[in-house]
């Protein structure tokens, strides 16, 4: 399926050096830390821990995911749950293709582990899951719901339910990973706790903050039962994200020729949208399609974009809101537990302000060009996770050196993929 630009705009969202992500990975040489601080490091978390990019969860993405590039470079074993060959392709993932007028969108579908799309399953993994427990979607209200990855139960996570072993199916998350005697966690969760609501433009409630400051205490209880040390990472600003600002409500009147642009709010006022709100970008291509009236979306009171395809400025505020509340709870909790606390936010602030650069590599948010994000326009890219990992691992030094026989090496973030281009067959 091949759409250009202009049109391109549906991309699976919650659930530039152009070589094979995996070999970058698997051919990567570190030196090995003797040290018993890392002899069992697990990594926890959502998307960004299981290494989602592009649109989906794929083998490739997986050996780019940032707990294993750190892992890599610290020259410890770190098993993860692989899709198979034959299965490369997981989920299926966006990529590209370019024309000579046009860059163009195909959907990646063959060699998938998907057996049911609705409700999505996945082929089981048999081997050991061990060190790597990123679940895609996951969020910190999910984390102690016994049978969330049980296949028989409305609203499991598939993901989730892949990784369980047989006769596991209601054991909680945290639980899941409690198992696993770890001796150093990374953790990175809460992003979805935020993006559920805001990719859905309010529909999906949004984490309460008493839930979400409940379910981390116990969860990080859990990880640092058997002294166990850690990082864990705050919740990057989602509303800076691609996925929110590929284009204001302005640029996107000039390019349709309208002098304003009609939006739904969460509480139903229809008004013009103005520069204090945010359109979806899977909403994009509706602005401007014709109905059975003749009337074009968006573009009268009487056929404006719904609510579900725009943030209107008051639900802005209550992600910003709640964002801070999120974040603020991250720093309590870690502090209290002796946890390191890894400031995303910070980072992806700099990506956003065009404020970052490393070997010679400059970042920003652009969706095709800025390098750290996919083209989902909220993962990042094998690049972008080659410079969390970066982060990680400067943190892991700086904190932990006197447990570290030697420094771990950071990466080359240069010899990363920054852009998904469909490999040809010839």
């Given at each position: 399926?091949?759409?250009?630009?202009?049109?391109?705009?549906?991309?699976?969202?919650?659930?530039?050096?152009i070589?094979?992500?995996?070999?970058?990975?698997?051919?990567?040489?570190?030196?090995a830390?003797e040290?018993?601080?890392?002899?069992?490091?697990?990594?926890?978390?959502?998307?960004?821990?299981a290494?989602?990019?592009?649109?989906g969860?794929?083998r490739?993405?997986?050996?780019?995911?940032?707990?294993?590039?750190?892992?890599?470079?610290?020259?410890?074993?770190?098993?993860?749950?692989?899709f198979?060959?034959?299965?490369?392709?997981?989920?299926?993932?966006?990529?590209?293709?370019?024309?000579?007028?046009?860059?163009?969108?195909?959907?990646?579908?063959?060699k998938?582990?998907?057996?049911?799309?609705?409700?999505?399953?996945?082929?089981?993994?048999?081997?050991?899951?061990?060190?790597n427990?990123?679940?895609?979607?996951?969020?910190?209200?999910?984390?102690?719901?016994?049978?969330?990855?049980?296949?028989?139960?409305?609203?499991?996570?598939?993901f989730?339910?892949r990784?369980?072993?047989?006769?596991?199916?209601?054991t909680?998350?945290?639980?899941?990973?409690?198992?696993?005697?770890?001796?150093?966690?990374?953790v990175?969760?809460?992003?979805?706790?935020?993006?559920?609501?805001?990719?859905?433009?309010?529909?999906?409630?949004?984490?309460e903050?008493?839930?979400?400051a409940?379910?981390?205490?116990?969860?990080?209880?859990?990880?640092?039962?058997?002294?166990?040390?850690?990082?864990?990472?705050?919740?990057p600003?989602?509303?800076?994200?691609?996925?929110f600002?590929?284009?204001?409500f302005?640029e996107l009147a000039?390019?349709?020729?309208?002098?304003?642009?009609?939006?739904?709010?969460?509480?139903?006022?229809?008004?013009?949208?103005?520069?204090?709100?945010?359109?979806?970008?899977?909403?994009?291509?509706?602005?401007?399609?014709?109905?059975?009236?003749?009337?074009k979306?968006?573009?009268?009171?009487?056929?404006?974009?719904?609510?579900?395809?725009?943030?209107?400025?008051?639900?802005?505020?209550?992600?910003?809101?709640?964002?801070s509340?999120?974040?603020?709870?991250?720093?309590?909790?870690?502090?209290?537990?002796?946890?390191?606390?890894?400031?995303?936010?910070?980072?992806y602030?700099?990506?956003?302000?065009?404020?970052?650069?490393?070997?010679?590599?400059?970042?920003?948010?652009?969706?095709?060009?800025?390098?750290?994000?996919?083209l989902?326009?909220?993962?990042?890219?094998?690049?972008?996770?080659?410079?969390?990992?970066n982060?990680?691992?400067?943190?892991?030094?700086?904190?932990y050196?006197?447990?570290?026989?030697?420094?771990?090496?950071?990466?080359?973030?240069?010899?990363?993929?920054?852009?998904?281009?469909?490999?040809?067959?010839?």
């Amino acid at each position: 399926m091949k759409r250009s630009l202009k049109i391109f705009i549906g991309i699976l969202t919650g659930f530039v050096a152009i070589t094979s992500c995996e070999n970058q990975a698997e051919e990567l040489t570190s030196t090995a830390i003797e040290s018993s601080l890392l002899s069992k490091y697990i990594s926890v978390g959502g998307s960004l821990t299981a290494g989602y990019t592009n649109g989906g969860l794929y083998r490739e993405g997986q050996l780019a995911s940032y707990p294993n590039l750190v892992a890599q470079q610290a020259g410890v074993k770190f098993d993860q749950a692989l899709f198979p060959v034959g299965q490369e392709n997981g989920t299926g993932y966006w990529a590209t293709t370019q024309n000579n007028t046009s860059l163009q969108f195909d959907k990646i579908s063959d060699k998938l582990a998907v057996l049911t799309t609705s409700p999505l399953t996945l082929a089981k993994y048999s081997g050991s899951v061990a060190n790597n427990y990123g679940v895609v979607g996951l969020r910190v209200s999910d984390v102690n719901k016994a049978g969330f990855g049980n296949a028989k139960i409305q609203g499991f996570n598939p993901f989730f339910e892949r990784i369980l072993p047989a006769g596991k199916e209601e054991t909680s998350y945290t639980d899941f990973v409690k198992e696993s005697n770890a001796t150093f966690f990374t953790v990175s969760i809460g992003e979805q706790d935020l993006l559920s609501y805001a990719t859905s433009g309010g529909k999906i409630s949004m984490t309460e903050t008493s839930s979400f400051a409940l379910n981390i205490q116990k969860m990080l209880d859990a990880l640092v039962v058997n002294k166990a040390k850690g990082i864990l990472t705050n919740i990057p600003n989602v509303l800076d994200l691609p996925y929110f600002n590929f284009y204001t409500f302005s640029e996107l009147a000039k390019k349709l020729g309208t002098t304003e642009i009609y939006i739904t709010t969460g509480n139903g006022i229809v008004r013009a949208a103005t520069a204090n709100d945010k359109i979806l970008i899977e909403a994009i291509a509706n602005v401007g399609k014709l109905n059975a009236g003749n009337q074009k979306k968006g573009f009268t009171m009487t056929y404006p974009l719904t609510t579900e395809e725009v943030l209107d400025k008051d639900e802005i505020s209550i992600i910003a809101s709640r964002l801070s509340d999120f974040n603020g709870i991250l720093k309590f909790e870690a502090e209290k537990r002796g946890i390191v606390l890894v400031d995303l936010n910070s980072l992806y602030a700099q990506v956003n302000n065009k404020n970052y650069s490393v070997n010679g590599v400059k970042f920003d948010n652009s969706l095709f060009t800025g390098g750290f994000f996919s083209l989902d326009g909220i993962s990042p890219t094998p690049r972008g996770s080659a410079v969390i990992a970066n982060e990680i691992i400067k943190v892991i030094n700086e904190n932990y050196k006197n447990s570290l026989k030697t420094t771990i090496p950071s990466l080359d973030v240069s010899n990363f993929e920054a852009l998904k281009v469909k490999q040809t067959q010839f």
